[in-house]
T-cell receptor, first 112, second 109 residues
Framework: TQLLEQSPQFLSIQEGENLTVYCNSSSVFSSLQWYRQEPGEGPVLLVTVVTGGEVKKLKRLTFQFGDARKDSSLHITAAQPGDTGLYLCAGAEGGSQGNLIFGKGTKLSVKP | SQTIHQWPATLVQPVGSPLSLECTVEGTSNPNLYWYRQAAGRGLQLLFYSVGIGQISSEVPQNLSASRPQDRQFILSSKKLLLSDSGFYLC????????FGPGTRLTVL
């Protein structure tokens, strides 16, 4: 069974600080998605990374896929209170079903 | 553009009562459809997925069932709810990446 470990589970920081969230597995994924979820809402897709070593930037968010496609990181620069939420990584198993394996998430709180 | 709807948004049901949650997708054809349950601190657990009408795969044994009577309709059901069925239920669709609905908060008392 493939597993995705996310760390840290909880993160509370001050506005303006930088942070990195990690997503690790012993398995190889065909792609990896990062989602952000606010309380009481469904997860919203932020990015998909496909190629080993790939780096994608979304404003102050930088996503990296490990060379071996087993791990990923999300780095936020100068965090803002609007970044508060649950960040989920999900690895694609491949195949036509498109099933995803989800990490348990990192709950980020950015205080003004 | 594609949109996904879930209803109801919130539901409070007594133990032993039946359940029916509905999910519909607009703006796409023949999507893969998924039901997840999200319990606090436990991430998303895949319950069912469907690659076509009438095709349902179950990921975990439970007292829930799913049906796909139409291409863009996915229904989650139970004949008798248990306390442990409480949680946040999410429907998702994909043709490559997965996109989620707004969710249904189910409380079983």
């Amino acid at each position: 069974t493939q597993l995705l470990e996310q760390s840290p589970q909880f993160l509370s920081i001050q506005e303006g600080e930088n942070l990195t969230v990690y997503c690790n597995s012993s398995s190889v994924f065909s792609s990896l998605q990062w989602y952000r979820q606010e309380p009481g809402e469904g997860p919203v897709l932020l990015v998909t990374v496909v190629t080993g070593g790939e780096v994608k930037k979304l404003k102050r968010l930088t996503f990296q896929f490990g060379d071996a496609r087993k791990d990923s990181s999300l780095h936020i620069t100068a965090a803002q209170p609007g970044d508060t939420g649950l960040y989920l990584c999900a690895g694609a198993e491949g195949g036509s079903q498109g099933n995803l394996i989800f990490g348990k998430g990192t709950k980020l709180s950015v205080k003004p | 553009s594609q949109t996904i709807h879930q209803w109801p948004a919130t539901l409070v049901q007594p133990v032993g009562s039946p359940l029916s949650l509905e999910c519909t997708v607009e703006g796409t054809s023949n999507p893969n459809l998924y039901w997840y349950r999200q319990a606090a601190g436990r991430g998303l657990q895949l319950l069912f997925y469907s690659v076509g009408i009438g095709q349902i795969s179950s990921e975990v044994p439970q007292n829930l069932s799913a049906s796909r009577p139409q291409d863009r309709q996915f229904i989650l059901s139970s004949k008798k709810l248990l306390l442990s069925d409480s949680g946040f239920y999410l429907c998702a669709w994909s043709q490559r990446e997965q996109f989620f609905g707004p969710g249904t908060r189910l409380t079983v008392l």
